[in-house]
């Protein structure tokens, strides 16, 4: 049986209108004479939401004991059972009470679609594992029910559902989004502009890499036929990102290397490490068992560690960075700078300058800095 | 081996943080990989890669969140016990905290613990497990 096709709507946070959107297309897919059936919908008492639900057939929900009260679950045996052609199921990182079939729901979605039913779903980005720091970093607010960043890249399709965080205020100031009673309280804490903007980012970058990714999976053929043909072929390839990061011997340099880890699998790309050695300073003690983790590390993520010695550090990173290609170069927020080393230009903008036109520097910043800043 | 980022790691990870702490000491999460005979055990290992880097991401952040200097590791072995033991045989620590296990899905089993108590040249802290906790040792 063939899989059935799957469609995520991604959200920055709740009301920006990702079940309004699967309504919408779940509708337009029944007047084009599909067969619909809405597995599970939580409209949040939005009059909205409610309104583009109006019409379509719901399979209706079981009731199951847990902790001593009812609650309202999808039923996956009856969703199967009715084996629509298109399935609209929200709140794919919803947690199942125990004895059901799956765990999160985005498990029981796994077999509707196996089922060969196709899926629409929706999803906020908080909910992705690898985010969840970053959000909660970011917002303060830490979402429990989190699923693998891998349920996005299952899907056929990812939507993003974009609204201007003043837009988004706008509409809960409007009670689109919330009850009258939480609508203070929203606002003076996840609804703030700043974590929505930060939101808003996250969101974008995500389904931007996401993006590259799948383009990038396409394998190019062999080259043959003409010049032009080739060329043509080797267009993914050319375009393709290429990450450096610039570790030091120090377990600080580890978290570095696990975000540049997480994008470089994002972007299907290889990931190079490099740590810019002072000259004559031999390897030793502390150092030396601080390289051999991050040699370690290097090794069980499939990254190349590169030791240059050099005594500037950015003609020794703009050589390679031409070398190997980098396109996307991560380094660590550098500690406070004292002295007449103030006068000097930031590390990232003489990066800039040294590096060729087109690669990008993003700054990781040392865990414990919003804190400290705060 | 389960391994959800973001969750908590339980009590092993909870008691690690109050020893390192009170002692001012650096907490060294390791996470144990087993690799599989048909491949080299030097080789990458993306999969155990992506539930291990979330897991060290989320107790590095309990830890500085509690002024704890972590330096993490992924240790590779042919078992969760041969990992160990390359790990004890290159690192050096004060004290390991791990979680027991009835079932060998979280924690060490029972002939694990007798061999780390064996082996581990340092003290040996071993707790109950929570059925959260992932297979992670702490130094």
Redesign the interface.
């Known amino acids: 049986m063939t899989r059935g096709r799957y469609k995520i709507f991604l959200g920055m946070a709740p009301g920006v209108g990702k079940t309004y959107r699967m309504l919408q297309e779940g509708r337009a897919e029944t007047v084009a004479g599909r067969d619909v059936a809405i597995g599970y919908l939580e409209p949040h008492r939005r009059e909205e939401t409610s309104e583009q639900a109006r019409g379509l057939e719901v399979v209706p929900r079981r009731k199951v004991a847990y902790r001593d009260v009812e609650v309202e679950e999808m039923d996956l045996p009856a969703v199967l059972d009715r084996a629509p052609q298109l399935a609209l199921i929200d709140e794919l990182a919803h947690s199942n009470p125990p004895g059901l079939e799956h765990e999160k729901r985005y498990e029981d979605i796994v077999d509707v679609l196996a089922a060969g039913i196709d899926v629409f779903s929706t999803v906020n980005v908080q909910h992705l594992e690898s985010l969840n720091d970053r959000v909660a970093e970011l917002t303060g607010v830490r979402v429990r029910e989190t699923v693998p960043d891998s349920v996005l890249g299952t899907a056929d399709e990812v939507v993003l559902i974009d609204l201007t965080p003043e837009a988004l205020v706008a509409r809960l100031r409007a009670g689109k989004v919330y009850p009258g009673e939480n609508i203070q309280a929203a606002l003076d804490n996840f609804f703030r502009l700043e974590n929505l903007a930060a939101l808003r980012e996250v969101s974008l970058r995500q389904v931007a890499e996401e993006v590259e990714s799948k383009r990038l999976t396409f394998h190019a053929p062999e080259p043959v036929g003409t010049r032009e043909q080739q060329v043509a072929s080797e267009v993914p390839q050319a375009v393709g990102e290429r990450l450096l990061a610039l570790v030091r011997p120090q377990p600080s340099s580890q978290r570095l290397v696990r975000r540049a880890w997480r994008s470089a699998q994002r972007l299907g790309t290889d990931l190079d490490l490099l740590w810019v050695k002072p000259p004559g300073k031999p390897i030793e003690g502390d150092v030396e068992r601080q390289v051999t983790a991050l040699r370690q590390l290097a090794s069980v993520l499939g990254a190349t560690l590169l030791i240059e010695e050099h005594d500037d550090l950015v003609a020794a990173v703009a050589q390679i960075v031409r070398e190997r290609g980098t396109t996307y170069l991560m380094v660590g927020e550098s500690l406070p700078r004292r002295g007449l080393a103030r006068l000097r230009e930031p590390l990232p903008q003489r990066l800039m300058k040294a590096t060729p036109a087109g690669v990008d520097v993003r700054i990781v910043a040392h865990r414990g800095s919003r804190e400290e800043c705060g | 081996m389960p391994a ?4 908590a790691q339980g009590r092993a990870v909870d008691a690690a943080l109050r020893l390192a702490r009170a002692e001012d000491a ?1 907490l060294m999460p390791a996470y144990l ?1 087993a690799v599989p005979k048909q491949l080299p055990l ?1 080789c ?3 999969n ?3 539930k ?3 897991m ?3 107790i ?2 309990r830890a ?2 509690q002024g704890v ?8 072995g042919r078992s969760y016990r041969h990992a160990l033991s390359r790990l004890l045989e ?1 690192e050096t620590f004060d004290r390991v905290v791990v979680s027991a296990t009835a079932t060998g899905a979280a924690g060490l089993s029972g002939d694990d613990l007798v061999w780390l108590l064996e082996k581990a040249p340092a003290e040996v802290l071993i707790l109950r497990p929570d059925p959260k906790d992932q297979r992670v040792v702490m130094a």
């Open positions: 959800r980022a973001g969750e650096t990989a030097e990458a290992i993306p155990e890669a992506a291990a880097m979330p060290l991401e989320a590095e952040q500085t969140g200097p972590v330096d993490a590791r992924v240790e590779r290159h």
